[in-house]
């Protein structure tokens, strides 16, 4: 080859081509030996990756076959919790009908699960489960069993369920065929030695990825899983030899957590390096193709430097076509810059290294409100809100891909913001690195999207803080979300005893869930927008609470229910307070006393209220009194002493009881007994006046007797003693204060006795009625004429002087000693008498409480006071008299020694009944 070079090189080209032979040689020998080394650095790089990638492969397999034994386990969980839940439902509604619905139930899920058998309810706890399953899981798996047709192995299963009449619990006992299981384990792609295990804890194996799963129950409790791995901890990798069939494997293991089983995922060497040596084989073949090459461009060198002349020619040939190809460029170029100039969208260029910006289209000066000068001015970070230069260009050396769009804030001209969606690539533009952005403005939809999370934060927030329970109801699947309102009210945790529409049912009273649930099915059938019901729901506490539910129902596009939201309000107080307020109406309409119930809040206190006893006592029906101040039933009379009192009560808001005199429709007055109360609102605020009204006309009638009976004589009807002492005493009172005269006259009548002994009772009545006539008759108006007791009268006088009193008696006098005609005769009173004339204050009232049972006591004359005694026919004697006979009437004197007998008349009839009258110089006891 070397003289072929030789004798095809000219001599005066021969140290060029020499000189590119050895240049040649140099880089080629060069290039070879890099790619060899690269290939071996490739091949060793290449059997790292596939073994790393291989563990990532087993431990991902492993992982991923756990979780799908995992969901079918925890889908027989819910269908054994399932279960649990309806025994639970069942036993609640009807214990006698437990076994038939239980074996219904059964079937049920039988039917769903065809792999599951043997399940029923037993009362004995299964060997292999615990009284709390481990991690918190309620269905339980024991070691694998030959099943009991036959027909493979068994995985037993057992779940805890309601509680049995003992308190003990009863358990839902199956067995799950391992058929399914082995399914799972066929599905995977490991290759022709791989394999896949589930293997129980302790040690047996529940299935294997064989074809006929020949190892299904073998114990490989001495096999590296066991001793080097599931001890130590719950994932991992190993790398050995299967006990099994020989085969070397990297395993990989993952334990399920809530399950007492492990998957294992194994996968052969070999097949983990079947590419590589293909890969290996592929390098070398490259390797020796590249020194083909090398040595063909050796060649190649030759027969260029024979082709060099006629390439200069093609060149020159070549020109004229690079300018048509320059013009076609520079017409596409044209076309790109139209594009984006008028792109309906903003478009940005701007160097990646100064961030200076280099292009803008229309969209984006409009967008912005800068003018192309300013904008061409200005730095990438100068429109991107809370982005320094430094934070943008980190971004842009993180190279998102083109199509995947950033959220910014960017800044226009007039300091607004907005909410963009950046997609952006990296180019050469006018020679330097720069970076093309597209902007689309999502202010709008992240307004909408704020604006929903804003609502649901909102209803997420109504629905904690407020005490009515509140729903979320999933129609598709049943499920149900509450508020916290709902255990706080009823005490049921609903994640457990409402999370569904059939344990809300269970819930409500026997005889109204039928009811609700028609009335349910209806609205969602209607195509009704809104539901509501009236029901009894059970607390926990066991209790019945009466509940108000309104829901709002969400349909489709197609008119189907979605979706119901809504709440459920406890009405059992209102109902209860209604019923009450039935009670208390009730009972104020069927009470004897009137009630009223005036308005404090507005202008002059109106009626707001009165009960038909109201109406009963005063005549006015509800209509005529309701909107009226209750001051109409005091008509013209307003002055009387309790209304005061109920003033001040008003304006105190305090509770008053007083007695005032009212006037009924048809004018007629009746004695009030009124008791009023202030009522507060729950903040203490005076809102109303309650009274209630007694007539007590009758009880004051009988009071107004009795007081008179009390001061008054009740034959006479005058004054007794203690009214004429109080009469006695105001009139002496008003004496003092003046320079008027108070005369005090006892009057007695002489020998009484005789006309009650002779003509009766009835007649000496009636002298005494006549006489206290004839005495009141002879009196002046404000005098009083009282009766002391039997037939004394005792006569208080208001005069101007002594003579004025003297004359008063004269006339009492003559006014008794006229005749009378009783039933049978006529008759003549004899009074006697004994008068007193006084201004002075203290001396009268004890004189009068003594003159009528000391007449024979000698007059006095002391404190200004002067007495005499005047007798039948007789005339006021002086005030020095100390004594006087009866039967002549002449005074005596201490000391005479005149008897009986120098007397001028010893008469005893009409004269004074005395046994001794001046006999001795001291009274006669009789006296």
């Known amino acids: 080859m070397q003289d072929q070079w030789d004798s095809d090189g000219d001599r005066s080209n021969g140290a060029p081509a020499r000189r590119r032979r050895n240049r040649a040689l140099l880089i080629g020998g060069l290039l070879v030996a890099s790619v060899c080394a690269a290939a071996s650095v490739v091949a060793w790089n290449d059997l790292r990756v596939r073994h790393e990638a291989g563990e990532r492969y087993v431990r991902d397999m492993s992982a991923g076959l756990a979780r799908n034994l995992e969901l079918t386990l925890g889908n027989l969980d819910r269908a054994f919790t399932g279960i649990g839940a309806d025994l639970d439902a069942i036993r609640q509604r ?37 009284p709390a399953g481990p991690d918190g899981a309620r269905l339980q798996a024991g070691e694998p069993l030959p099943a009991s047709d036959g027909a493979g192995w068994v995985l037993p299963l057992a779940l805890a369920v309601s509680d049995a009449p003992d308190g003990s619990p009863r358990w839902l006992l199956g067995h799950l065929r391992a058929r399914p299981l082995h399914a799972l384990l066929r599905e995977l792609d490991l290759g022709r030695s791989g394999t896949a295990t589930f293997v129980h804890r302790n040690g047996r194996i529940v299935t294997r990825s064989d074809p006929a799963d020949a190892f299904v129950g073998t114990d490989v409790r001495q096999s590296i899983l066991f001793t080097q791995g599931v001890n130590l901890r719950e994932a991992g990798l190993l790398e050995g030899r299967s006990d099994l069939d020989g085969t070397r494997r990297l395993i990989g293991y993952h334990a ?58 093609d060149i020159a040939r070549s020109a004229g076509a690079i300018t048509d190809l320059t013009a076609r460029m520079r017409d596409v170029e044209a076309q790109y810059r139209y594009l984006y100039e008028h792109h309906p969208l903003p478009s940005l260029v701007y ?41 943008i260009r980190r971004e842009v050396a993180r190279e998102p891909a083109p199509h995947i769009g950033r959220r910014f804030r960017h800044r226009r001209r007039d ?15 006018l020679g330097r690195p720069a970076r093309l952005v597209l902007v689309l403005d999502t202010s709008d939809r992240e307004r909408v999207e704020a604006e929903r999370e804003r609502s649901d934060a909102r209803f997420q927030m109504v629905a904690r803080a407020t005490s009515d329970a509140i729903w979320d109801w999933d129609i598709a699947t049943g499920r149900l979300w509450w508020n916290e309102g709902f255990t706080a009210q009823y005490g049921w945790d609903w994640r457990t005893h409402a999370a569904t529409i059939d344990q809300w049912s269970a819930l409500l009273h026997p005889d109204d869930e039928a009811r609700v649930g028609r009335d349910l099915d209806a609205a969602l059938a209607s195509g009704a927008t809104e539901w509501h019901a009236q029901y009894r729901l ?44 039935r009670l208390l109406r009730r009972a104020v309409e069927a ?57 001040d009560a008003i304006a105190q808001a305090h509770e008053v009881r007083v007695q005032l005199r009212n006037y009924r429709r048809d004018g007629s007055p009746f004695w009030n007994e009124l008791r009023m109360a202030p009522v507060r609102d729950q903040d203490g605020a005076l809102t109303h006046f309650v009274g209630i009204l007694n007539d007590i006309t009758e009880r004051r009638r009988a009071e107004d007797t009795l007081a008179h009976r009390a001061t008054h004589d009740e034959l006479t009807g005058l004054p007794n003693r203690e009214l004429v002492m109080e009469c006695l005493a105001e009139a002496v009172a008003r004496a003092d204060a003046g320079s008027g005269c108070v005369g005090l006259v006892f009057v007695d009548l002489d020998d009484f006795k005789l006309i009650n002994d002779s003509l009766g009772h009835a007649s000496g009545d009636e002298v005494l009625r006549t006489v206290g006539r004839r005495l009141r008759a002879a009196l002046q108006p404000g005098d009083t004429v009282g009766r002391f007791g039997g037939d004394e ?17 004269e006339r009492v006098f003559a006014a008794c000693r006229s005749r009378w005609r009783s039933a049978t005769r006529r008759c003549r009173s004899r009074p006697a008498s004994a008068t007193a004339a006084t201004r002075a204050t203290a001396t009268i009232p004890h004189c009068c409480c003594a003159m009528p049972t000391r007449r024979c006591t000698r007059p006095s004359s002391r404190a200004g006071t002067a007495w005499w005694r005047i007798g039948t026919n007789s005339a006021p004697r002086p005030a020095n008299a100390s004594r006087w006979c009866r039967n002549c009437a002449t005074p005596c004197r201490r000391g005479s020694s005149r008897s009986r007998s120098s007397c001028s008349s010893t008469s005893s009839a009409g004269r004074w009944a005395w046994k001794r009258c001046c006999a001795g110089s001291t009274p006669n006891a009789a006296c």
């Open 538 to 581: 059970r607390c926990e506490n066991g209790d019945y609470a009466s509940v108000e539910d309104r829901g709002m129902i969400l349909r489709d596009a197609g008119g189907q229910p979605v979706r119901a939201v809504g709440g459920m309000l406890d009405v059992t107080r209102r109902r209860r307070d209604e019923a009450d307020l």
């Open 256 to 313: 399920l957590s809530r399950y007492p089983l492990i998957a294992t995922v194994g996968v052969g060497r070999d097949d983990l390096l079947a590419g590589w040596w293909t890969f290996v084989i592929a390098l070398a073949t490259g390797a020796g193709l590249l020194l083909l090459a090398w040595l063909f461009g050796l060649r190649m060198l030759v027969v260029g430097a024979r082709r060099e002349r006629a390439l200069s020619a």
């Open 94 to 130: 009807g214990p006698d009908t437990t076994d038939a619905r239980v074996d219904a139930t059964v079937q049920g899920v039988l039917s769903r699960h065809p792999d599951l058998q043997d399940l029923a309810l037993v009362d004995v706890r299964p060997g292999f489960a615990t």
């Open 793 to 809: 009268f005792v006569l208080v006088m208001n005069a101007v002087d002594r003579d004025a009193v003297a004359r008063a008696t």
């Open 415 to 429: 300091g607004s913001t907005f909410a963009v969606t950046v997609y952006s690539s990296s180019l050469q533009f």
């Open 351 to 391: 160097d990646r290294d100064t961030l200076q910006m280099l292009a803008v289209n229309a969209a984006a000066i409009a967008e912005y409100g800068y003018a192309l000068e300013q904008f061409l001015a200005l730095t990438a970070d100068a429109i991107v809100v809370d982005m320094d230069g430094d934070a």
């Open 591 to 647: 009470t004897e006393n009137g009630i009223i119930i005036a308005d404090a809040c507005a202008d002059d206190q109106p009626i707001v209220y009165v009960n038909p006893a109201f109406s009963r006592i005063t005549g006015y029906s509800a209509e005529d009194s309701i909107g009226r101040n209750c001051r109409f039933l005091q008509g013209t009379e307003r002055d009387q002493p309790a209304l005061p009192a109920i003033r």
